[in-house]
């Protein structure tokens, strides 16, 4: 693929549902369900896209959260590179465009997590700078 023909922007209300849709269900191997209109205009929230002959690539966001202790800090989630587009910078791409934008922000801090067993994510974020924390995570998941 030739990179020059990739464009990353931001999210559009006009983006394809489906397309979003599926990059979703690689990622979390289930369908997910989205508002293509409240992600694009979501405050704190920024959604990027990747696309390639005007279909979605790639999708990632930062969102940002204030922590008393640290100022605002930005959170990468969701970085999900379609598996037919894979292994070929995309997903590098993505991160260093969401890095610069959180530079932009002027972000101190940005965070993000992984699963284990996403090896070669891993080895990404390493290779940007990112380092493993050793704190752990709980979360209680509401009804809803």
Not at 25 to 46: D, G, M, P, V, W
Request: proline share 2%; hydrophobic share 40%; net charge positive.
């Amino acid at each position: 693929m030739n990179n020059n023909a990739i464009k990353i922007r931001p999210l559009r209300v006009s983006d394809s549902e489906n397309e979003l849709k599926e990059l979703f269900r690689q990622l979390t191997k289930r369908e997910i369900s989205c508002n293509i209109a409240f992600l694009a205009h979501a405050h704190n929230c920024y959604c990027h896209v990747i696309e390639h002959d005007d279909k979605l690539i790639a999708f990632a966001a930062i969102t940002l959260r204030l922590v008393p202790t640290k100022g605002w800090v930005g959170i990468i989630e969701d970085v999900i590179v379609h598996e037919n587009y894979r292994k070929q910078g995309i997903g590098l791409k993505m991160l260093t465009h969401l890095i610069n934008q959180a530079k932009k922000l002027d972000l101190k801090i940005v965070e993000l997590t992984s699963n284990p067993k996403r090896i070669g994510a891993r080895r990404l974020y390493d290779s940007l700078g990112f380092r493993l924390l050793e704190t752990g995570v709980f979360r209680l998941k509401l009804s809803g």
